[in-house]
Structures are given as C-alpha cells and as structure tokens.
C-alpha cells in the first residue's frame, strides 16, 4: 500500500473514532494516556502498515510518538550528524527504531550498533557491528582489518577505508548510520565516527547517536562530534491541560 493511500485508509478510519468537543481523537500509548491533537493521531495512524497486528501496531505507535514528541524526524535527513541523549527510559532507543524503520521503508540502507562497557576497549568494535553483514567484495582492503577486530590503531589509511565502504553503500539514495549507547563506544570507532561527521555535509548519509544523559566520555573524537552535531534531549511528552 502506498503513503498516500495509508493516509486515506487511516483517515477513514479515524473519521469512525470517536472524538471529543475539540476534535480529539483517543489515541493512547504507554507515554500518552491522554488523548492527542486530531493531527497528531492522523500522523501517527498514517505511518504504520495497516496490515499489522494490534500489538505491532502499537509499539509502531509508541516509537513514532516518542519521535514526534522529540521533533527528530526532519532532522535527521543526509548530510547530518544528530545525537540523542536522555535518561533510561526515555526513548532514545524507541527513537533509533522509528528512524531506521522509517529509512528502511523508503529502500534506503541502514546500519546500526551498539555500545556496551564491554567492549569499550575492543578497537572498531562498533565498527565491525555496523558493518558486520557486508558484502566483502564491496570492502576497501584498508577497512578489512577494522571489520575483522584485527587492525589495532586507527591510522588515517583505516579511516579512510571504512569511509569509502560508507560511502559505497550510501550510493545515491542514502545510508543511515545509528549507534545506540555512543557514549560506550571503544575509541578507534570514535575516531572514525568523528573523521565521517567532518566530511558529511557533502554526502548522502545521517548519523544518529544515542547518549544517556550524564554520561561522561573523555575521548577526544567524542568531543569533536559533539561539537559538530545536532543534539537533542529527550523528555516526556507534553501533556495537554484537562478541560475545567
């Protein structure tokens, strides 16, 4: 089904719910227990496949609000860098799923990785995972190393290596790179992250990082794309006021 006739399935469907003197229409999820803007529900409704099940539909729902509520979504277009921080449990990974859903529905390609205290010290540790199920043939013979945990420094031929492999797989439509937990990330991978966000303007690529709120990371390539980044900080929805 396409986009526009999503939007016209769900704006039948929500022409049949029932709707307060405002025009509200009840749509609720975990994090809005109040209803929301007629718009805003018609938004949210037009965005998921009506052909999933109602659980489905509702963790879809769940992370676009999440989105939404952030104002990520038209932020996060190529050529940026865009880092996500909040506190556990509020969404930053709801985030990351809205946004490569939303990437991988328009058949543009997507990455995405994870930082753990674990692994902090294994070089281009988020590297490899990011790119871990790549063609090989398609791999510069610089990257190899990185993507096989073997090269131990991130010396400018490795940057450049896993650059081009980025840029080959963002071809013309575009390439979304997500790392969730950023803050974890090992050092070598920083390095590279902080050497793509220099040189992103000009490319059909987004970067998004998650942070947690506090977190402190010494790394000066962490301080490099934070420094050049959009940040944002997640927080609870906005609740409307409940009529008097």
């Given amino acids: 089904m396409t986009m526009r006739g999503r939007r016209q399935a769900a704006a039948t469907h929500s022409s049949s719910c029932p709707r307060d003197h405002t025009g509200t229409i009840p749509v609720e999820t975990p994090i809005a227990r109040e209803a929301l803007p007629g718009q805003v529900a018609l938004f949210l409704l037009a965005s998921i496949p009506l052909i999933l099940s109602p659980t489905d539909c509702g963790e879809i729902l ?9 104002g990520i979504s038209d932020q ?5 860098t865009t880092v996500v921080e909040g506190a556990p449990g509020t969404g930053k990974t709801a985030v990351l799923d809205d946004l490569t859903a939303r990437w991988e529905a328009s058949g ?14 294994l070089p281009f540790g988020i590297v490899a995972q990011l790119f871990d199920m790549i063609d090989h043939e ?19 031929a490795v940057l450049h290596g896993v650059y081009r492999l980025a840029v080959t797989l963002a071809g013309t439509s575009g390439l979304l790179i997500a790392v969730d937990d950023a803050h974890w990330a090992d050092a070598a ?6 050497y793509l966000t220099l040189r992103i303007q000009r490319l059909p690529i987004a970067v998004v990082l998650t942070v947690g709120a506090g977190e402190r990371c010494d790394d000066p390539s962490y301080g490099e794309i934070m420094a050049a980044c959009r940040r944002v900080t997640l927080g609870t929805c906005p609740r409307r006021p409940s009529p008097r």
């Fill in 62 to 70: 769940e992370n676009r609000l999440k989105a939404w509520c952030a």
């Fill in 76 to 80: 996060v277009t190529p050529g940026t």
């Fill in 108 to 121: 543009r390609q997507v990455v995405r990785a994870r930082g753990s205290a674990l692994e902090g010290d």
């Fill in 138 to 156: 398609v791999v510069p013979p610089e990257a190899m190393g990185a993507l096989r945990l073997t090269e131990p420094t991130a010396d400018f």
């Fill in 189 to 194: 991978s920083l390095r590279w992250l902080a």
